[in-house]
C-alpha cells in the first residue's frame, strides 16, 4: 500500500482500519519494520479523515465547558469537586443549574481547569 494514503470516504476509512487490524494481529514481535512504517502511515491518515469528518464543536455553556475539561482530564465528578475544593454536592448543584457558581468556584474553574478567564466572563 503507498505510503502517505488520503482516505476519501467511508469506504476507504474501513479498508484502512480493517488492514491495521490485519497487521496488528500478528503480534508486535511479529512485524517487520515496514509493516511497521506502514501500521503508523495507515494511522496517521486514518487520525486526519477522523478529524476532518468528527468536528466536535466547542462548548458554548460553562458547564459544558467544564463537563468537557472533566472528560480531557478523565476525572469524575468527584474528583473534580475535590481537585476544584469544594463539595460535590456543590458541584452537583452548579452542574445541574441549581445553584450559581461564586468567585472561588470560577477562580478554581480558572486556575486548575485552565478555562480561558474570557470565557469564564461571558458565560457567567
Request: glycine residues 4%; proline residues 2%.
Amino acid at each position: 500500500m503507498e505510503h502517505n494514503k488520503v482516505i476519501n470516504d467511508d469506504s476507504d476509512y474501513t479498508t484502512v482500519m480493517a488492514k491495521i487490524d490485519g497487521l496488528m494481529a500478528k503480534g508486535s514481535n511479529n512485524v517487520s519494520k515496514e509493516e511497521l512504517e506502514e501500521i503508523r502511515q495507515l494511522a496517521l491518515a486514518a487520525q486526519q479523515y477522523e478529524q476532518q469528518k468528527y468536528i466536535v464543536e466547542a462548548p458554548k455553556t460553562l458547564t459544558g465547558m467544564i463537563e468537557m475539561k472533566m472528560y480531557e482530564m478523565r476525572l469524575k465528578q468527584k474528583s473534580l469537586a475535590k481537585k476544584l475544593k469544594i463539595s460535590d454536592a456543590k458541584l452537583s448543584m452548579i452542574l445541574n443549574g441549581k445553584q450559581k457558581p461564586d468567585v472561588d468556584f470560577l477562580k478554581a474553574v480558572y486556575t486548575e481547569l485552565k478555562v480561558d478567564a474570557d470565557f469564564i466572563l461571558q458565560h457567567v
